[in-house]
């Protein structure tokens, strides 16, 4: 079933919460010690907040009232293990925290629970979520359901995993270099950015340029609008909602189609024939559609790499580690770490700055255009282990762990160069599969849109899959 269909299941009474929870509490056993996608499952809370469904919609059931039931009541899902959930420990995907059981709900958790959604565990993620893959050194990596050999991203891999190989029907993840994106696009999933301000999910200390945004991951693109509807405030969301507005074909959009990336001057890349496919495949699906799509050169700042590094790491450099388990960070989180505590504040005041100013000359050009077309990712799926100069087979991390971070990090920005400088302009953006490549990975393009576009986003990932 899809989620919607799944949500009218459990709204008619046709299944219960508890068949429904238990259903997916089997997948993951069955699945997960393959896949990596869940570091916590909690499945005697799950059952426990099933039942209580039930008998709630029971009671509603009799009283006449089920049009009052909150939006996604039984519904299961997972959260990032970024993201607290009370009585859960919150791990960050880093073995040099203490892992406490999170002593209340963050607020993503608090806006899904408000909609009666019933949490199955944690999912893997990045340390402290840093990277566009999904391993660390607490337990194995996140893999690909398409090839297991295979990264599912980061730093929602986790969750993109599950969600692609039937653990769960959907699931949040956070954005804040792409993170959202990037494992959609390996995935084959549709994964939306939300603009800046629009989904409530708890300000951070450690996010001072105000890059992190909470958006759907779903097979589809009504799925995805039904936890939009969840996620965003009544008064925010268009006129009906996003999934009774989704299946609307938008008008005839003015679209241009960049390769330019920020991240070209200091990384130069190259984009993979498979990227190039899902791109050209992407193109005609839309001219179908009956928009036009054109050529876009965009032009931008080169001081932009090293401002959106200085700002993507300075939280890390404020993390609260005992100086006797630094040494079990990672190379890259300790690398950054290290660099982040020696910067001053007048230079990630500068960096803020020049941020600022980059997103507003960005927009100032993209705003030719309705829409800026690209491949989501410029190459396939990488191999386990491959950011990092090795591999290690889903075995737990040696204790010293060799990698180089520079390497690395400039391996991510050629992996996904056209996904931070959305966060950056505060922009929303789609990842919606389009291509299959000869070996069965998936491919798909990145939709960036106007602010407050998204329900218009959502409608063109619709309609490409009707294609």
Not at 322 to 331: I, K, S, V
Request: aromatic share 6%; charged share 20%.
């Amino acid at each position: 079933m899809s989620a919607v269909e799944l949500r009218h299941a459990l709204g008619s009474g046709e299944l219960s919460a508890r068949e429904v929870a238990g259903h997916f509490l089997s997948v993951i056993e069955a699945r997960n010690k393959h896949l990596g996608a869940f570091v916590t499952v909690t499945a005697d809370q799950a059952m426990a907040d099933a039942k209580t469904a039930d008998e709630v919609h029971a009671r509603f059931v009799r009283e006449g009232r089920t049009d009052e039931l909150p939006l996604l009541h039984g519904m299961p899902l997972a959260f990032k293990d970024l993201t607290d959930v009370a009585g859960v420990p919150t791990t960050h995907g880093s073995a040099a925290l203490e892992h406490r059981p999170a002593p209340e709900d963050g607020a993503l958790a608090t806006t899904l629970k408000g909609q009666g959604v019933i949490s199955l565990g944690k999912t893997q993620v990045p340390e402290f979520g840093l990277t566009a893959y999904s391993e660390n050194r607490i337990a194995s990596p996140s893999r690909n359901p398409h090839s297991l050999s295979r990264s599912s991203g980061g730093s929602s891999g986790g969750s993109a995993a599950a969600v692609a190989a039937g653990m769960v029907p959907f699931a949040p993840g956070t954005d804040g270099g792409g993170s959202i994106r990037i494992p959609a696009g390996a995935c084959g999933l549709v994964g939306l950015k939300p603009g800046r301000g629009l989904v409530p999910s708890g300000a951070s200390a450690g996010d001072s340029a105000k890059l992190v945004v909470a958006g759907p991951l779903a097979r589809t693109a009504a799925d995805a609008a039904l936890l939009m509807d969840a996620l965003v405030p009544g008064h925010q969301a268009p006129d009906g909602g996003y999934l009774a507005n989704v299946g609307l074909a938008p008008p005839p959009l003015k679209i241009g189609v960049s390769l330019d990336s920020p991240w070209a001057g200091v990384f130069p890349f190259e984009v993979e024939r498979e990227a190039l496919d899902a791109l050209k495949q992407g193109t005609a699906l839309l001219e179908n559609q009956g928009h036009s799509v054109t050529e876009a050169e965009v032009r931008y700042d080169n001081r932009y790499p090293e401002a959106f590094t200085t700002a993507w790491t300075a939280g890390v450099g404020n993390a609260r580690i005992a100086p006797q388990r630094e040494a079990l960070l990672t190379p890259l989180t300790r690398t950054f770490r290290r660099r982040a505590q020696q910067r001053s504040a007048s230079k990630v005041n500068e960096a803020l700055r020049l941020l600022r100013q980059f997103e507003h000359d960005t927009i100032a050009q993209y705003s030719q255009w309705d829409v800026i077309l690209m491949p989501t990712l410029a190459q396939t799926p990488r191999p386990i282990g491959w950011f990092t100069g090795g591999g290690h087979g889903g075995e737990p991390w040696p204790s010293e762990w060799a990698g180089d971070a520079d390497e690395d990090y400039k391996r991510q920005c050629e992996y996904a160069p056209w996904s931070s400088m959305v966060n950056v302009c505060g922009l929303p953006a789609i990842s919606v599969p389009v291509h299959v490549t000869a070996s069965g990975l998936p491919m798909g393009i990145q939709l960036i849109g106007r602010m407050g576009s998204e329900l218009q986003l959502l409608q063109l990932a619709a309609a490409l899959e009707t294609r």
